[in-house]
């Protein structure tokens, strides 16, 4: 009878674990997707997709383009001229085009709950499940406060350069809706464009983000008297699905990085040119396009390098456990000529919670202490069946086998940044001399 009621049991949280794996019309996708579809990315069905797709060819590839060959006004005032149209509309254009497209292909191939790891979720902690969830809810928000205060910029320098040189800019029929069908039009189209480009970012940090919160989870195994086992399993399953980031984002995260970098070349170079006349009226889109493309750029890099870090940080909290525990396996063996201390009234070695520098737990760490490997020492169970030789063997697997966000095998982390920091100054410094004549 109680072997019927514990299959039971486990039956019924089996059925209830693939529920939450399967999508339906009312899930906890019902929002995020209503927010897609009025993106006009969404893929979902035929007919979304062939909205989408149009959506992207109006809004991404039409209009940037009738807008720069259309509307150039070379007759216009200094104030009116627009000589670095074609790098913006290129720029937006391109980074757009590559988000749409590895966008489109994660969601055809892997469906939106795959591709944002839902289906995996049946496997995690409650806490893991309502943080990645909130974390979800939030995304838009995240996603608004990016886009946000660029389009507000760049609705302002539109309905400016319409309002005051009507006149001047070519139409058709009456000059006011002429003008106003425009300005709409272009607005649609900037706005559009860096909603895609922030999407895919924001959509890489969530999943990040999820990973991160694993890795914490992953780190309460060492505050507990676990098994070796169970450790490497978990790390192991952890290490596979940032392979599987990695593999997935690889080729966008490269390609972002070389479009953004060759929009700001653009930028620098026809910006630098003695005969033209730099002023905010000129200059003011490109300043907020290169804004937009950057702070993608950073959403991405800065992802990347943050889950690496935590990755890495089970390294050192793996070290400071074996240490711990060695201590406490020590403990109470007299050495040739010790004095033998007194008994303690528990069995469980109490260390100092002192930081590495000596300071005490009361000093304040504030930012720069790692949420996963903090500076507090690890109280160890004096009872623990994990010998010497297997904690060792675990700490060497870690040592010798670093989880992380990978770019074709190169690791997505702080050394990674500076290097590509210091190679983005010397092109910098490189084209300054070319133009300019910094040496």
Known sequence: MDDTSTAAAALLERRGKY???????????????????????????????????????LLAVAVPGASHFLLACPSCDGRHSRPYDGVVQLSLTSVAALSFLCLAGFVRKYGLRRFLFFDKLCDESETVRTNYMAQLNRSVKILSVFVGPCFVVECAYKIWWYASGASQIPFLGNVYVSDAVACILELWSWLYRTTVIFLVCVLFRLICHLQILRLHDFARFFHVDSDVASVMSEHLRIRRHLRIISHRFRAFILLALALVTGSQFACLLVTTKATHDMNIY????LAVCSVTLLSALCILLRSATKITHKAQAITGLAA????????????GVLTEGETPMAPQGSHETVFPNVGTDGESETDEAGDEEDEIDTTKLIPSYAYSTISYQKRQALVNYFENNKAGITVYGFMLDRSTLHTIFGIELSLVLWLLGKTIGIS
Do not use: I, Y
């Open 19 to 57: 529920s939450r794996s399967v999508s339906h019309a009312s899930d906890e996708f019902h929002t995020f997707r209503s927010c897609l579809r009025w993106m006009c990315v969404d893929q979902s069905n035929p007919f979304a997709a062939a909205l989408s797709w149009s959506a992207f060819l």
């Open 282 to 285: 000129k200059a003011g889109e």
């Open 320 to 331: 400071k456990w074996h240490v711990c525990a060695t201590l406490d396996s020590f403990d």
